[in-house]
Antibody, heavy 120, light 107 residues
Framework: QVTLRESGPALVKPTQTLTLTCTFS??????????VSWIRQPPGKALEWLGR???????YYSTSLKTRLTISKDTSKNQVVLTMTNMDPVDTATYYC????????????WGQGTLVTVSS | DIQMTQSPSTLSASVGDRVTITCRAS??????LAWYQQKPGRAPKLLIY???SLESGVPSRFSGSRSGTEFTLTISSLQPDDFATYHC?????????FGQGTKVEIK
């Protein structure tokens, strides 16, 4: 049974750095073809892909956000960490981690999401 | 980045109706288009991948098709559990984008 769960602060101040952790089970991120992505959704708005880390530690980032994002993994702990610097109120959103399968080029399992509010 | 234009933004329908949602890509993406269902306060759920392949466990009333850069999600007979928001998602050259979403409401 595949599960993912996001954890981190619910509230961050402008200019601060956000760190979110995705803890997963039911698969190994050392398995070829499996990846974990981060996706966010501002309240009432569309989904936005942020970045991806692969089984072989390759990483890909949104063009518009790549200067602010870092994704890393700890395979032994089954965790993926997202760091986003210089947070702004427009970054207020529900942040999801999701498993990605390259064979189907789709996100087949998602975490429940965590709402992050950026406010002073 | 490739843009996905999804329509309509809202759709009112009744149980038993045939429902069609469309996504158009700004350039060719081959078959790399997926569809997701999202209910309020919940994470998206994968329905269709590679334009027309049904994810395991998804009811057969859901289907997907492609014509060039236009992709369609069809629900053949709308059920009460299907009232939700639907999103398309494309993949091309290590970039992923989603459509704006279509909310399917009760008529």
């Amino acid at each position: 049974q595949v599960t993912l769960r996001e954890s981190g602060p619910a509230l961050v101040k402008p200019t601060q750095t956000l760190t979110l952790t995705c803890t997963f089970s039911g698969f190994s991120l050392s398995t070829s073809g499996l990846c974990v992505s981060w996706i966010r959704q501002p309240p009432g708005k569309a989904l936005e892909w942020l970045g991806r880390i692969d089984w072989d530690d390759d990483k890909y980032y949104s063009t518009s956000l790549k200067t602010r994002l870092t994704i890393s993994k700890d395979t032994s702990k089954n965790q993926v960490v997202l760091t986003m610097t210089n947070m702004d109120p427009v970054d207020t959103a529900t942040y999801y981690c999701a498993r990605y399968r390259t064979r189907i080029e789709a996100f087949d399992y998602w975490g429940q999401g965590t709402l992050v509010t950026v406010s002073s | 980045d490739i843009q996905m234009t999804q329509s309509p933004s809202t759709l009112s329908a009744s149980v038993g109706d045939r429902v069609t949602i469309t996504c158009r890509a700004s350039q060719s993406i081959g078959d790399w288009l997926a569809w997701y269902q999202q209910k309020p306060g919940r994470a998206p759920k994968l329905l269709i991948y590679k334009a027309s392949s049904l994810e395991s466990g998804v009811p057969s009333r859901f289907s997907g098709s492609r014509s060039g850069t236009e992709f369609t999600l069809t629900i053949s007979s709308l059920q009460p559990d299907d009232f939700a928001t639907y999103h398309c998602q494309q993949y091309n050259n290590y970039s992923w984008t989603f459509g704006q979403g279509t909310k399917v409401e009760i008529k």
